[in-house]
């Protein structure tokens, strides 16, 4: 059996020292609690700006919302900066592996990521979302096919797919492939429709799913920090709505909605076996004489220098 435990807390946007040291703490929480799997909402670390235009309209931009998008480059981290080790010390001290949604920042792009941390091996893997939704593509760039990541951890492969990478079938579908058997969904969708998503996706792939949204509030963003589109719940940005889905599409733990919590949940290996008496997307279900898939997964530099 493996202990696993989804994590809605909220970031602590704009401010990656912070957020970095708030996350050591709940791993330390959760590994306290015998969890070997630790799952953490997108952009934990960084933030999600949600509501906020940084002053972009079509054909406009302003002054204040370049202010307000460099304060958000501030506080997000490269892959080689001082935040990642101190994630890898903590999994390591605490036995926990560990999936956490980053900004990332590499050059002068920023992308949404999910970092796969072992506590054995350090850094096992780095997703960059590959489609950034609606004007999250003002702020972020998009990931290609060298970053679908996944991690071996002694109890089953751990890959991750961020947000509405999930309505995107030839995604999962590359995923089920790689051989996931605990499919993390790191998101910041805290509707509940959301919750048909992720049943879905736990039989389509026979997976267990495991998604965490953060419960964040007006409250958490700076007080000088604009928001520019009322979200439906006034103060209550995010609702959380986290949860954990076994292969069957059984509900192991949650949703939960607006409060921090942290779900836990005991996942057997068995119940994925078992299911595979009928479906396997992948294998004896998939008819690869009719349908077929090719997943490019080289690396796609804007330049490329030769000799």
């Given at each position: ?185 790191p998101t910041a969708d805290d509707r509940p429709s959301w919750q048909a998503t992720m049943t ?108």
């Amino acid at each position: 059996m493996t202990k696993a435990a989804v994590i809605q807390s909220a970031s602590i946007p704009f401010d990656a020292e912070a957020a970095t040291t708030k996350a050591e703490r709940l791993i330390a929480e959760v590994g306290a609690a015998g969890a070997d799997l630790a799952v953490f909402p997108e952009a934990f670390i960084g933030g999600y700006p949600k509501g906020t235009a940084f002053g972009a309209a079509i054909g406009i931009r302003t002054e204040r919302g370049r202010e307000e998008y460099a304060r958000y480059s501030a506080g997000t981290i490269a892959l080689d900066g001082p935040e990642v080790p101190r994630l890898e010390q903590a999994a390591a001290e605490h036995g926990v592996h560990v999936v956490i949604g980053v900004i990332e920042r590499l050059g002068n792009t920023l992308y949404c990521t999910a970092l796969m941390i072992s506590p054995e091996t350090g850094l096992a893997g780095a997703h960059r979302k590959l489609m950034p939704t609606g004007t999250e593509r003002l702020v972020w760039g998009f990931g290609d096919g060298s970053t679908l990541d996944t991690m071996d951890a002694p109890f089953g492969r751990v890959g991750s797919v961020i947000c509405w990478e999930n309505y995107m079938p030839l995604m999962r579908q590359a995923m089920y492939a790689k051989g996931v058997q605990f499919y993390c969904a790191p998101t910041a969708d805290d509707r509940p429709s959301w919750q048909a998503t992720m049943t879905h996706v736990a039989i389509e792939g026979r997976v267990f799913v495991l998604s965490a949204c953060q419960y964040l509030t007006r409250a958490d963003l700076p007080a000088d920090h604009p928001i520019d589109v009322e979200a439906p719940h006034g103060d209550v940005l995010m609702r959380g709505g986290s949860v954990i889905i076994d292969p069957a599409g059984t509900v192991l733990a949650g949703p939960v909605f607006d409060e921090e919590t942290i779900l836990y949940a005991e996942l057997d290996l068995s119940v994925k076996t078992r299911s595979h008496l009928d479906f396997d997307p992948v294998g004896h279900y998939a008819r690869p004489d009719v349908f077929s898939l090719t997943v490019d997964t080289r690396p796609r530099q804007a330049v490329t220098f030769t000799e």
